[in-house]
Protein backbone atom coordinates (compact mmCIF):
# COMPACT_ATOMS: atom_id res chain seq x y z
CA UNK A 1 0.00 0.00 0.00
CA UNK A 2 1.57 3.14 -0.75
CA UNK A 3 1.94 5.49 1.80
CA UNK A 4 5.48 7.07 3.40
CA UNK A 5 8.10 5.27 3.25
CA UNK A 6 7.47 1.16 3.57
CA UNK A 7 7.08 -1.86 6.16
CA UNK A 8 7.75 -5.50 6.54
CA UNK A 9 4.78 -7.90 7.55
CA UNK A 10 6.11 -11.11 9.06
CA UNK A 11 5.75 -13.36 12.11
CA UNK A 12 7.89 -11.57 15.18
CA UNK A 13 10.94 -13.86 14.67
CA UNK A 14 11.52 -12.42 11.04
CA UNK A 15 10.42 -8.93 12.07
CA UNK A 16 13.10 -9.14 15.08
CA UNK A 17 15.92 -10.25 13.43
CA UNK A 18 15.41 -7.37 10.42
CA UNK A 19 15.12 -5.28 13.00
CA UNK A 20 17.93 -5.99 14.94
CA UNK A 21 20.23 -7.07 11.76
CA UNK A 22 19.28 -4.70 8.87
CA UNK A 23 21.34 -1.67 8.92
CA UNK A 24 19.17 0.63 6.57
CA UNK A 25 16.07 0.01 9.52
CA UNK A 26 18.00 0.49 12.79
CA UNK A 27 17.67 4.32 12.42
CA UNK A 28 14.48 4.38 11.27
CA UNK A 29 11.61 6.08 12.75
CA UNK A 30 8.04 3.48 12.28
CA UNK A 31 5.25 4.52 10.09
CA UNK A 32 2.77 8.13 11.66
CA UNK A 33 -0.48 6.81 13.05
CA UNK A 34 -2.58 8.68 9.92
CA UNK A 35 -0.35 6.46 7.46
CA UNK A 36 -1.05 3.26 9.02
CA UNK A 37 -5.20 3.98 9.04
CA UNK A 38 -4.82 4.64 5.47
CA UNK A 39 -3.85 1.51 5.09
CA UNK A 40 -5.94 -0.19 7.14
CA UNK A 41 -8.90 1.62 5.36
CA UNK A 42 -7.61 0.39 2.09
CA UNK A 43 -7.37 -2.91 2.81
CA UNK A 44 -10.45 -3.00 4.14
CA UNK A 45 -11.90 -1.67 1.03
CA UNK A 46 -10.02 -4.29 -0.72
CA UNK A 47 -11.46 -6.90 1.28
CA UNK A 48 -15.03 -6.07 1.28
CA UNK A 49 -14.68 -4.97 -2.45
CA UNK A 50 -13.09 -7.44 -4.63
CA UNK A 51 -15.29 -6.10 -7.55
CA UNK A 52 -12.90 -2.87 -7.41
CA UNK A 53 -9.60 -5.07 -7.66
CA UNK A 54 -11.17 -7.64 -10.95
CA UNK A 55 -12.03 -4.46 -12.60
CA UNK A 56 -8.65 -2.85 -12.10
CA UNK A 57 -6.53 -5.98 -13.30
CA UNK A 58 -9.22 -5.88 -16.64
CA UNK A 59 -8.15 -2.44 -17.23
CA UNK A 60 -4.09 -3.05 -16.45
CA UNK A 61 -4.30 -6.29 -19.14
CA UNK A 62 -6.07 -3.83 -21.74
CA UNK A 63 -3.93 -0.78 -21.22
CA UNK A 64 -1.06 -3.24 -21.04
CA UNK A 65 -1.86 -4.92 -24.61
CA UNK A 66 -2.85 -1.55 -26.30
CA UNK A 67 0.52 0.08 -25.21
CA UNK A 68 2.31 -3.26 -26.54
CA UNK A 69 0.23 -3.17 -30.06
CA UNK A 70 1.01 0.13 -31.08
CA UNK A 71 4.98 -0.38 -30.04
CA UNK A 72 5.46 1.04 -26.59
CA UNK A 73 8.32 -0.72 -24.61
CA UNK A 74 7.02 -1.34 -21.32
CA UNK A 75 8.73 -4.43 -20.46
CA UNK A 76 7.56 -7.16 -18.66
CA UNK A 77 5.37 -5.16 -16.53
CA UNK A 78 1.77 -6.83 -15.30
CA UNK A 79 0.83 -4.45 -12.22
CA UNK A 80 -1.34 -0.67 -12.96
CA UNK A 81 2.06 0.73 -12.29
CA UNK A 82 3.41 0.57 -16.11
CA UNK A 83 6.71 1.93 -17.01
CA UNK A 84 7.13 3.14 -20.34
CA UNK A 85 10.95 2.96 -21.24
CA UNK A 86 12.15 6.55 -22.79
CA UNK A 87 15.76 5.81 -22.38
CA UNK A 88 17.01 8.98 -22.29
CA UNK A 89 16.90 11.72 -19.24
CA UNK A 90 16.39 14.83 -21.64
CA UNK A 91 13.41 12.97 -23.37
CA UNK A 92 11.88 12.02 -20.60
CA UNK A 93 11.82 15.24 -18.76
CA UNK A 94 10.27 16.73 -21.68
CA UNK A 95 7.84 14.15 -22.54
CA UNK A 96 6.63 14.22 -18.67
CA UNK A 97 6.36 18.26 -19.29
CA UNK A 98 4.29 18.01 -22.17
CA UNK A 99 1.51 15.16 -21.54
CA UNK A 100 1.33 17.70 -17.92
CA UNK A 101 0.78 20.76 -20.13
CA UNK A 102 -1.77 18.18 -21.71
CA UNK A 103 -3.60 17.73 -18.31
CA UNK A 104 -1.75 14.22 -17.95
CA UNK A 105 0.55 13.43 -15.01
CA UNK A 106 3.15 10.57 -15.03
CA UNK A 107 6.20 10.17 -13.19
CA UNK A 108 9.49 10.34 -14.81
CA UNK A 109 12.03 8.19 -13.50
CA UNK A 110 15.65 8.80 -14.92
CA UNK A 111 18.76 9.17 -13.67
CA UNK A 112 20.72 8.54 -10.79
CA UNK A 113 17.38 6.71 -9.89
CA UNK A 114 18.21 4.64 -12.72
CA UNK A 115 20.98 4.75 -15.80
CA UNK A 116 20.02 7.55 -18.20
CA UNK A 117 19.19 4.71 -20.11
CA UNK A 118 16.82 2.79 -18.83
CA UNK A 119 15.05 6.42 -18.25
CA UNK A 120 10.87 5.97 -18.27
CA UNK A 121 7.64 7.45 -17.36
CA UNK A 122 5.32 5.65 -15.12
CA UNK A 123 1.75 5.54 -16.00
CA UNK A 124 -0.21 4.85 -12.44
CA UNK A 125 -3.80 3.23 -13.21
CA UNK A 126 -6.93 3.46 -10.84
CA UNK A 127 -10.01 1.72 -11.38
CA UNK A 128 -11.48 4.63 -11.25
CA UNK A 129 -10.08 5.70 -14.52
CA UNK A 130 -12.54 4.75 -17.54
CA UNK A 131 -11.27 3.16 -20.64
CA UNK A 132 -11.91 6.36 -22.52
CA UNK A 133 -9.85 8.13 -20.33
CA UNK A 134 -7.20 5.31 -20.66
CA UNK A 135 -8.06 5.60 -24.61
CA UNK A 136 -6.96 9.70 -24.41
CA UNK A 137 -3.93 8.80 -22.21
CA UNK A 138 -2.59 6.40 -24.60
CA UNK A 139 -3.61 8.83 -27.33
CA UNK A 140 -1.39 11.84 -25.61
CA UNK A 141 1.16 9.85 -24.65
CA UNK A 142 1.41 8.78 -28.41
CA UNK A 143 1.13 12.48 -30.13
CA UNK A 144 4.14 13.74 -27.18
CA UNK A 145 6.20 10.50 -28.40
CA UNK A 146 6.04 11.61 -32.00
CA UNK A 147 6.45 15.75 -31.68
CA UNK A 148 9.83 14.48 -29.65
CA UNK A 149 10.38 12.39 -32.25
CA UNK A 150 10.27 8.65 -30.61
CA UNK A 151 10.40 5.93 -33.50
CA UNK A 152 7.50 3.25 -31.57
CA UNK A 153 9.57 0.73 -33.32
CA UNK A 154 12.74 1.81 -32.17
CA UNK A 155 12.28 1.45 -28.55
CA UNK A 156 10.87 -2.33 -29.22
CA UNK A 157 13.18 -4.29 -27.95
Known sequence: ???????????????????????????????????????????????SEPELVKSLIAKTKYTISKLQTLGFDIGTTQTPIIPIYIRDNDKTFMITKMLLEDGMFVNPIVSPAVPSELSLIR???????????????????????????????????
Open 1 to 47: MASVGGFIAGDEKVINYIKHKARSLIFSASMPPASVASVMGALEVIE
Open 123 to 157: LSLMDNHSYEQIDAGIDKILNVFKIVGIELNVLVK
